[in-house]
């Protein structure tokens, strides 16, 4: 079974950057697709972005295409979300989660981490 950690979250000002990182152990991260999905208050949670096994296609939500960019680096067993010109309504916890293929349901997922919060405030 895998377990996956988030890590990289903390405060900006609106317009900067930040990179998250997904760390796996107790599996190989290149044997799932592994989409990143983020809940604000009150809010439901959200796909962000997915990156699939194998070819490694990526899929954006529309609301941070051309701003967020996924990656993964399998000898690290790692995947990132670089988030730039971050908004104030980027701000929730982020999480990552694993799954055999790209999906958009959350509940369709196997593995999560814990979450990192974003915060994104002057």
């Known amino acids: 079974q895998v377990q996956l950690v988030e890590s990289g979250g903390g405060l900006v000002q609106p317009g900067g950057s930040l990179r998250l990182s997904c760390a796996a152990s107790g599996g190989t991260l290149d044997y799932y697709a592994i989409g990143w999905f983020r809940q604000a208050p009150g809010k439901e949670r959200e796909g962000v972005s997915c990156?699939?096994?194998?070819?490694?296609?990526?899929h954006y939500t529309n609301s941070v295409k051309g701003r967020f960019t996924i990656s993964r680096d399998n000898a690290k067993n790692t995947v990132y979300l670089q988030m730039n010109s971050l908004k104030p309504e980027d701000t929730a916890v982020y999480y990552c989660?694993?799954?055999?293929?790209?999906?958009?349901?959350?509940?369709?997922?196997?593995?999560w981490g814990q979450g990192t919060q974003v915060t994104v405030s002057s």
């Open positions: 989660a694993a799954a055999v293929t790209c999906r958009v349901v959350a509940s369709e997922y196997d593995y």
């Open positions: 990156i699939s096994r194998g070819d490694g296609d990526t």
